[in-house]
């Protein structure tokens, strides 16, 4: 169970690191997305580390 969850979380930081790089190659970046992504982010990376 707890490999399951973990993958779920590593597909979710994945997928935000993707926004992450779509809205940095946009034309004009939104500065405030592009930080609640890149915390949004870290918060993932740190639950999977706890597991």
Known sequence: METSHVHALQQKHSGLDKQLREEM????????KIQ???KM?????EEIALN
């Open 36 to 38: 609640a992504l890149k």
């Open 41 to 45: 982010k870290l918060r993932v990376k």
């Open 25 to 32: 190659n946009r034309p004009a970046p939104d500065s405030a």
